[in-house]
């Protein structure tokens, strides 16, 4: 086996087993920072050894059973092991059982250790972004530059970041639990976020060759579903439900038999899963049953249904998609609101008074993949291929996923082509 067909296994198993073996490493040490670091060095460890041992029939198991010998290792050179060694010793004779993609099992099962992780993660003690830059390192299993993509942030000052964070958490000595009822609430605002960015990450896949990633995106709908049985009165945990099945719905249409991505408005909607817009409608309803207003997911899960309910992409009401991103914008002002608003105008007003609302955040996003993808679509509606095909190319050539990228290309390759064709 090549060593680039090992790292590929071993980066698809971290991706999809990180969160599960950091946080049952997290619950054995007790130490959240020496566990992420035991799983990164179980990574290491199985791409120096799976070119020439082979793939093991149970990868996830392989590096939590490394993980934890490395922590017995540990303990001995510390002087400090205790009982510990002899939990861990028991659970490695049993390993052969734990199953590297589980069932998702029940979702209104409140003992769960990813969701523990994610509490941990987004502990008070830490500044906002260093929460979900940690979060998303072990939850998601997302690489630091994948991570600076998704907050718009360098690689360096994310790796400061998860760096300060860990330590922060393990000077204040923070308890792997789901915090008390009382203390829930401080966190629930990066809770929230953390999940739906980690919802995203399977969604629109931010590096790599695939453009949707649907375990990761289940894998954060599973956690919202125990978020809400724990605080049952929270409105915005439902909506964020709502918001990712209306979602996740789309997973079977959004790509073409090359997987290469498929934009929403040439999506074949019959393929999308009505029982998942089914339950995005129960939870939103459940949502607007506070009497509290529609929040920041409340809000965006109200576009999502619009989206869901219109049985072609004509029939969208795109005049209420507008007024929804107004109040989005007037509750969590935002260059990103702000350019999905830009889109939803183009329906209504036409392309050339949406592309001046997208030219007004082109700086703040100068380095966003969407913008310039947007951009060009709005020009070549209003006959500018020229410009059009320069803007698709610019889109492609930004970080981001190859899948996309292969589109933008391709649809700049057809503009030049349609171009050279006139001329003639």
């Known amino acids: 086996m090549t060593d680039a067909v090992a790292r590929r296994a071993a980066e698809a198993v971290w991706r999809g087993e990180s969160a599960r073996i950091v946080s049952a490493l997290t619950r054995h040490t007790g130490d959240f920072g020496w566990a992420e670091d035991l799983a990164q060095d179980a990574l290491l460890e199985a791409l120096s050894k799976w070119p020439e041992s082979g793939i093991p029939d149970n990868p996830g198991a392989w590096l939590l059973a490394v993980a934890k010998r490395r922590a017995i290792d540990g303990w001995r050179r510390r002087e400090r092991l205790t009982e510990r060694e002899t939990l861990i010793a028991g659970d490695l004779r049993v390993l052969e059982e734990w199953d590297a993609v589980p069932e998702l099992g029940d979702p209104d099962r409140i003992d769960d250790d990813v969701l523990r ?44 970041r998860i760096v300060r964070a860990k330590r922060s958490l393990a000077e204040a000595g ?100 009505r029982s998942a817009i089914g339950r995005g409608r129960a ?16 809000l965006q899960a109200s576009v999502a249904e619009c989206h869901a309910v219109a049985q072609t992409a004509s029939d969208t009401d795109w005049p209420r998609i507008v007024r929804l991103y107004d109040a989005l914008e007037t509750l969590a ?58 803007a698709f190319l610019a889109a492609a050539n930004l970080p981001g996923n190859e899948a996309e990228a292969t589109v933008l290309r391709r649809r700049a390759e057809e503009l030049v082509s349609r171009g050279a064709q006139r001329e003639l």
């Open 117 to 160: 992780l994610v509490f941990v993660a987004c502990h008070p003690v830490l500044p906002a972004q260093a929460r979900l830059a940690l979060t998303l390192r072990t939850v998601a299993g997302l690489t630091t530059e994948q991570i600076a993509r998704v907050l718009l942030m360098t690689v360096p000052a994310v790796q400061q």
């Open 174 to 273: 923070v308890p792997f639990e789901v915090p008390d009822r009382a203390d829930r609430p401080a966190r629930l605002a990066s809770v929230l976020q953390v999940i739906y960015l980690l919802f995203t990450e399977g969604y629109a896949a931010g590096g790599g060759e695939h453009p949707i990633r649907p375990d990761v995106a289940r894998e954060a709908v599973r956690l919202a579903r125990p978020l809400s049985a724990l605080m049952p009165a929270e409105p915005e945990v439902y909506a964020l439900i709502a918001l990712m099945e209306f979602q996740s719905s789309r997973f079977a249409a959004r790509v073409d038999a090359s997987g290469l991505p498929i934009t929403l408005g040439d999506q074949d909607r019959r393929r999308w899963d």
């Open 283 to 298: 939870a939103l309803t459940r949502a607007q049953t506070f009497d509290r207003g529609l929040g920041y997911y409340g």
């Open 333 to 390: 002002p935002s260059p990103v609101i702000r350019l999905n608003r830009a889109v939803a105008v183009s329906m209504v007003d036409g392309p050339e008074a949406a592309l001046n609302q997208v030219d007004e955040v082109a700086d703040e996003l100068a380095e966003f993949r969407p913008l310039h993808a947007v951009r060009a679509e709005l020009l070549e509606q209003t006959g500018r291929p020229d410009a059009a095909a320069e």
